[in-house]
C-alpha cells in the first residue's frame, strides 16, 4: 500500500558520490597537467624573455621578438625559447648566447641591427632622409611662391557687393536670440 509513496529513482549512497567526485577531480587534475607539460610559455622564464628581446622572431607572420611572439606554436620563436633556455642552463651567458646564434644564423638574427658600421647608417638613414625632405620642400615652395594677383575692378565690386549684403543680414533685428532659438514672450 505504501508503495506509491516510493520515490521512482533511489538515490546513491553518500559514499558512491564522493567516490565519484573524487574520481572526476583526479581525471581533471592529471588532464591538466598533460596540458602545462605541452605549454612553451613555461620556458618563458625573466632570463629568457631578457635574452630574447634582443633576438628577432623569424617567422615571418610577426615582427616582434623572440621574448614578446604573441602567436601560439611559433615555429620559430618557441625553439628559440628552448634554446635559450637550454643554454642559459649550462650557464652561458647572455652575450655569448646572443653571439652564438648571431653566428650560426646571420645578422638578421637580431631584433635591431648593432649601432657599428652599416648597422650605424641604418639607424641614421630615416632622420636624414626627413631633414633632407624638408630641406627640398622649403626650397620647392620659396621658388614657387607666387606673388598675389593685383585686384581687378570687377574683383572690387563683386567684393563690395558682397560686404554690403553681409552688413544688410548683420544689421537687420530679428526675433532669435544668439544660440538660434527663438526669444520667449
Not at 13 to 25: E, Q, S
Not at 45 to 52: N, Q
Request: proline content about 8%.
Amino acid at each position: 500500500m505504501r508503495a506509491y509513496l516510493r520515490p521512482l529513482s533511489r538515490r546513491p549512497a553518500p559514499g558512491f558520490l564522493r567516490t565519484w567526485n573524487l574520481k572526476l577531480v583526479a581525471a581533471f587534475v592529471l588532464s591538466l597537467s598533460f596540458v602545462v607539460a605541452q605549454d612553451p610559455t613555461s620556458l618563458m622564464t625573466p632570463e629568457v624573455a631578457r635574452v630574447g628581446s634582443r633576438l628577432a622572431c623569424r617567422c615571418g607572420g610577426c615582427r616582434n621578438t623572440v621574448g614578446d611572439c604573441p602567436m601560439i606554436k611559433c615555429h620559430s620563436a618557441d625553439p628559440m625559447r628552448r634554446r635559450i633556455h637550454d643554454m642559459q642552463a649550462a650557464g652561458i651567458s647572455d652575450d655569448a648566447i646572443v653571439q652564438t646564434i648571431v653566428q650560426e644564423e646571420g645578422i638578421v638574427a637580431l631584433a635591431s641591427p648593432p649601432a657599428t658600421g652599416w648597422g650605424l647608417f641604418t639607424w641614421l638613414m630615416p632622420g636624414i632622409a626627413l631633414l633632407l625632405g624638408f630641406y627640398v620642400y622649403t626650397l620647392w615652395v620659396r621658388r614657387n611662391k607666387a606673388v598675389p594677383a593685383a585686384m581687378t575692378a570687377q574683383d572690387n565690386a563683386l567684393l563690395e557687393r558682397f560686404r554690403d549684403q553681409m552688413d544688410q543680414e548683420l544689421d537687420e533685428p530679428s526675433d532669435k536670440t544668439p544660440g538660434g532659438k527663438p526669444e520667449k514672450k
